[in-house]
């Protein structure tokens, strides 16, 4: 059998490792808590269920959605204009995603050809530089430095670069990193990308998920904005919805239409029953919202605070369901520190380098289990002793 040539830019990943390890520990009966993959545990409200539940039980919404409902679309843009003092075109200026993962995969497919150059953070969430890749696009990275507070620094990217570059993939809240933007560099990611005629992709999973009282909005916000991109917006952190696969492509008509008359020779659309199921999500009682930021920051200090306990010196997020850490000044590489992590401690993590280049000797801690796994992760890592020199 002869296979595509662009499966050659993927191999076997460090998180098919890590779970053929879990497995392994498992079937052993060896404890393990797993802080790798970033898996929402929190469920949605019970509206959001009702609505899924009443939904699935019509069996008329067994057939092909084909497009989104006009009653998603108007709850889009209203939940935009509410949250994020955004104004959309219901219409033309939202799309769904199958989750965020799909729209990432694929969007690469309706903007750019075989060479183009795309930009992507360093280090950054793989399917950023994996949906170009299968596009057949040429990544140029966009190192975000600890020195910078894990900021793209616009400057850094060379003029001949900048000047052949089509698309370009942002992220604030941030991950893996957790970093948050100023609005500074929003209003010069715009211009940058007006200078150069380069479509910007702003993904904005992690806005809700904000702490100690900071708020974060929508890129959409700023002035020109729409102009230049679109933003990738996604129910499964804020609301629990993970499974579900529900995310929103908003923004720039063009490439909100090119997007569409892709995914309209993908797939069939969003099962009917999870559409309704969004419209519950962003139109009804918001107070579940505030009750999983709390939850997600609550657990940051469990474990950063247990973790500095030890002497592992990290800094607490700011934002998102991670943390980012250096890894422990005695090893050479995050993937040693890891994999040492998992068979004397049972506790796994993602080493940084499954985030590009950029992220060699740092680590990837998910905020996905509740406080007393978190506490029985310090107290394995304080046992194990892989802290001491």
């Known amino acids: 059998m002869q296979f595509a040539k662009r499966m050659d830019r993927f191999g076997e990943g ?6 053929d390890i879990k497995r392994s520990r498992l079937e052993r009966g060896e404890t393990v808590i797993d802080l790798s993959i970033g898996t929402p545990n929190i469920p949605p409200g019970k509206h959001i269920i009702e609505a899924l539940c009443s939904a699935a039980a019509d069996e008329r919404n067994y057939v092909y959605a084909l497009s989104d409902q006009s009653a998603l679309q108007e709850a889009v843009s209203d939940w935009y204009r509410e949250r994020y003092e955004v104004e959309l075109n219901s219409k033309t200026e939202i799309c769904s995603l199958l989750g965020s993962q799909e729209g990432l995969a694929h969007i690469s497919l309706s903007i750019v050809d075989e060479g183009d150059i795309v ?17 057949g696009a040429k990544l140029h990275y966009m190192p975000q430095k600890k020195e910078n507070g894990y900021v793209i620094d616009l400057q850094d990217i060379p003029e001949h670069v900048a000047q052949q570059a089509k698309l370009m993939l942002v992220s604030y809240p941030n991950n893996p990193t957790s970093a948050m933007a100023p609005d500074s560099f929003y209003v010069d990611l715009i211009a940058f990308a007006k200078k150069y005629d380069i479509i910007v992709l702003h993904d904005n999973a992690y806005s809700e998920l904000v702490f100690d009282g900071k708020s974060c909005g929508s890129f959409l916000s700023f002035p020109g904005a729409k102009e230049v991109g679109v933003e990738f917006n996604s129910l499964s952190k804020t609301y629990g919805l993970a499974g579900a696969r529900i995310g929103f492509c908003v923004g720039n008509e063009q490439v909100v239409s090119r997007l569409k008359i892709l995914k309209s020779n993908m797939d069939y659309g969003m099962f009917l029953p999870i559409q309704q199921a969004a419209i519950a999500a962003i139109t009804g ?3 579940g919202v505030e009750t999983t930021r709390k939850a997600y920051e609550y657990r940051r200090d469990v474990l950063c605070d247990g973790l500095n306990a030890l002497g592992w010196k990290i800094d607490k997020p700011e934002a998102t369901m991670f943390v980012w850490a250096a890894i422990p000044s005695h090893y050479d590489t995050s993937e040693d520190f890891v994999m040492d992590l998992v068979t004397q401690a049972g506790v796994i993590i993602t080493p940084g380098s499954a985030f590009g280049p950029s992220g ?7 905020l996905v289990q509740e406080e007393e796994n978190l506490k029985q992760a310090v107290e394995a890592v304080r046992q194990s002793g892989i802290l001491e020199v």
């Open 285 to 287: 009682d918001q107070s």
């Open 360 to 366: 060699e000797g740092y680590v990837r801690m998910a």
């Open 119 to 135: 930009l992507v953070p360093d280090p950054c969430y793989p399917v950023f530089a994996d949906g170009p890749l299968l596009a």
């Open 14 to 19: 460090i998180f098919t490792k890590l779970s």
